[in-house]
């Protein structure tokens, strides 16, 4: 059996077959066109839903469910993209128009529950039943699974984690409140902090970093920082503290067995993890009399969407 996994964002639609064991078989991506309405987009991901078949020499039969991972709030007991501002989308009938093209199950989810539940059936999550995955990107992005079973809260608008205030009056955040833990813990606000300290130290290393690659990004101050830069090291301890602050609320409400860090500061592997890990340890609510929760990077990468998705049906 095959299912068709679809991970919707705002520059690209990412379309991919994949076996019931979870590997992905074909896959290609798609500019995301916002001047098309979503009848036109989900026409377009349909096409390429038969062409991959055709490429993999797979009958469209063995297609057994179609995932689609909607960057923004899905409903997926009715099937409605309620909102995804990013694409245009609002109260968007998502499953009813794919279902126009094939006679299948057609499952949606937010598209941070989908790369949870990826990882969790068939990444570095595989054999844990209880874990929050978590995305530092442009934004902070997470999804929860206890027993096995994603959470997303009435009209699945719940799990959006990166919105909880880490601090009272904070920076003023995207959504309009202040002091979320996106504001602190995003790869948008390493680079934003990144830059203040540039700015304020002009003979560190940071800058000779960010002449050598063209710009400063989410990597500058972990690259400078192993240079042995004690200003870019001061960057990422704070960083790494406004990551854990985050985890560590996450952890005194759920206590899952493991959190998965994803996303493109993820790949600073041992030298994020590590201190990261120490720093929970040691500020746990009854840090010692409970078993840790461990702390892994996700292994899926940018496949963890598609996955994701077929794994809604599966």
Sequence with gaps: MYFAGIDIGGMSIKIGLVSSEGKLIVSRAIPTNHDLGYEDMIRRSSELISELCKEANISTSKIKGIGVGIPGTADSSTGIATSAVNIGWKNTPVSEEFSKYFDVPIIISNDANCAALGEQKFGSGAGYQNLIFITLGTGVGSGIIIDGKLVEGVSCAGAESGHMVIQVDGELCNCGRCGCWECYASATALIKQTKAAMQANPYSKLHAVGRKYGKVTGRTAFLA??????????????????????????????????????????????????????????????SGM???????????????????AAALVM
Excluded: R, W
């Design 225 to 286: 920082a192993q240079d042995g830069d004690d200003v870019a090291q001061s960057v990422v301890d704070k960083y790494i503290k406004y990551i854990a602050t985050g985890l560590i609320n996450l952890a005194n409400i759920i206590h899952p067995e493991a959190f998965i860090i994803g996303g493109g500061i993820s790949h600073e592997g041992d030298y994020l993890m590590k201190p990261l890990q120490q720093f929970m340890d040691n500020n746990f609510f009854a």
């Design 290 to 308: 409970y078993p840790t929760v461990k702390t892994i990077c996700a292994t899926l990468g940018n496949n963890a969407g598609i996955i994701g």
